[in-house]
T-cell receptor, first 114, second 110 residues
Framework: GENVEQHPSTLSVQEGDSAVIKCTYS??????FPWYKQELGKGPQLIID?????GEKKDQRIAVTLNKTAKHFSLHITETQPEDSAVYFC?????????????FGQGTELSVKP | DAGVTQSPTHLIKTRGQQVTLRCSPK?????VSWYQQALGQGPQFIFQ???????QRGNFPDRFSGHQFPNYSSELNVNALLLGDSALYLC?????????FGQGTRLTVV
């Protein structure tokens, strides 16, 4: 069935360094790939997303890349800050236009040390 | 814009009981999805409601049911609660495309 694998499960970086989180999906029909940030005690917050007709998207310090052939997509955070510390989830869906059924990765706990 | 709101925020129930969780979608959104998030895991899709009908369903037993009202708000019902149903229940709303989550309801079954 549909599956999204996410690595690493934990990531610790120094403030100002870059962080990269990688995901692989199994369903070749997937056409939309959002990333969510979840802080303790809160719901997931959408931080960036990419559709299958685009290879890369950037929003300030955050970027996402997509390789449809390899079924890989990655989140890149530059100039990390302590407030970037949280759990990050990647997700994939083939029903973007219905806003539905996101398949999530297992999450990456990012720790940014001052 | 109030965003997606869920109630209650926390709930404690006893095994075998029934529970109802509520969700009000973001203004302008007509689709509501429910997810279960166990501790340390990613959210798992339960089902989605659109035009007051269940449109998609994940791999959850019939003990999990839902409803969507004409104003697009939604309820998640779980019958015959098991200890394993303890989790954070998330509601997400969307129109076409992007899904936005509420803060969740933390359900503890004892």
């Amino acid at each position: 069935g549909e599956n999204v694998e996410q690595h690493p499960s934990t990531l610790s970086v120094q403030e100002g360094d870059s962080a990269v989180i990688k995901c692989t999906y199994s369903d070749s029909a997937s056409n939309y790939f959002p990333w969510y940030k979840q802080e303790l005690g809160k719901g997931p917050q959408l931080i960036i997303d990419i559709r299958s007709n685009v290879g890369e998207k950037k929003d300030q310090r955050i970027a996402v890349t997509l390789n449809k052939t390899a079924k890989h997509f990655s989140l890149h955070i530059t100039e990390t800050q302590p407030e970037d510390s949280a759990v990050y989830f990647c997700a994939a869906t083939e029903t973007y236009n219905q806003g539905g059924k996101l398949i999530f990765g297992q999450g990456t706990e990012l720790s940014v040390k001052p | 814009d109030a965003g997606v709101t869920q109630s209650p925020t926390h709930l404690i129930k006893t095994r075998g009981q029934q529970v109802t969780l509520r969700c009000s979608p973001k203004s302008g959104h007509d689709t509501v999805s429910w997810y279960q998030q166990a501790l340390g895991q990613g959210p798992q899709f339960i089902f989605q409601y659109y035009e007051e009908e269940e449109r998609q369903r994940g791999n959850f037993p019939d003990r999990f049911s839902g409803h969507q009202f004409p104003n697009y708000s939604s309820e998640l019902n779980v019958n015959a609660l098991l200890l394993g149903d303890s989790a954070l229940y998330l509601c997400a709303s969307s129109s076409t495309g992007r899904a936005f989550f509420g803060q969740g309801t933390r359900l503890t079954v004892v």
